[in-house]
């Protein structure tokens, strides 16, 4: 299993960024996806989730509205749009595989089994 | 949204100690509870799914207890390799959250 994120640069306050992470090793469209960011120094901040087909995506209330995630999985890829950014967006973004698929109905609980290195965003005022 | 809460932030051990981290969420969230270790440099690493399971690659000294709001890591006679931070995270509704870190420190 391997993730392998990218897209991140620095960026000034207000602009925009895309982060692409390129997953192989398994069948991308049995899992749902999620991304993470860390500031340098500090903990783990969970951002955005999607479901295993794209149909539902679930997002942090610091990101809501600024940020959208999207997947194809014709390409083995998940990205993640952000818009409108800020300094406190600042941080490594990882990006995640869930254990299951977020399918609806499900009431299984669920984990991040796999993570990529993480794709640096410095944003600058 | 779920508020997770980690007792102590920090901790000094020494290799073949107990360790207990202890995992507070703000409502109910039922087994929801994950913890992950992550070491300097590198990505987390999931530890325990879905408290009490361990992942098939983590020692059996590592284990969890706990439900509904109260849950506790604990490693038996720590090793070298453990000294890191470990991060609860609630998985019962979106926005996922993590608490703050616990460094395990020598």
């Known amino acids: 299993v391997q993730l392998v994120e990218s897209g991140g640069v620095a960026v000034q306050t207000g602009g925009s960024l895309r982060l692409s992470c390129v997953v192989s090793g398994f069948t991308f469209d049995d899992y749902a996806m999620h991304w993470v960011r860390q500031a340098p120094g500090k903990g783990l901040e969970w951002v955005s989730m999607i479901s295993w087909d794209g149909s539902r995506v679930a997002f942090a209330d610091s990101v809501e509205g600024r940020f959208l995630i999207s997947r194809d999985n014709r390409k083995n890829s998940l990205y993640l749009q952000m818009d409108s950014l800020r300094p406190e967006d600042s941080a490594l973004y990882y990006c995640?595989?869930?254990?299951?698929?977020?399918?609806?109905?499900?009431?299984?609980?669920?984990?991040?089994?796999?993570w990529g290195q993480g794709t640096l965003v410095p944003v600058s005022s | 949204d779920i508020h997770m809460t980690q007792s102590p932030s920090s901790l000094s051990a020494s290799i073949g100690d107990r360790v207990t981290i202890t995992c507070r969420a703000s409502q109910t969230i039922g087994r929801y509870l994950n913890w992950y270790q992550q070491r300097p440099g590198k990505a987390p690493e999931l530890l325990i799914s879905?408290?009490?399971n361990l992942q098939p690659w983590v020692p059996s000294r590592f284990s969890c207890s706990g439900s509904g709001t109260d849950f506790t890591l604990t490693i038996d006679s720590l090793q070298p390799e453990d000294f890191a931070t470990y991060f609860c995270q609630q998985s019962y509704s979106p926005p996922w959250t993590f608490g703050q870190g616990t460094k395990v420190e020598i």
């Open positions: 879905a408290a009490p």
């Open positions: 995640a595989r869930d254990t299951s698929g977020w399918y609806v109905g499900e009431d299984t609980p669920r984990g991040l089994d796999f």
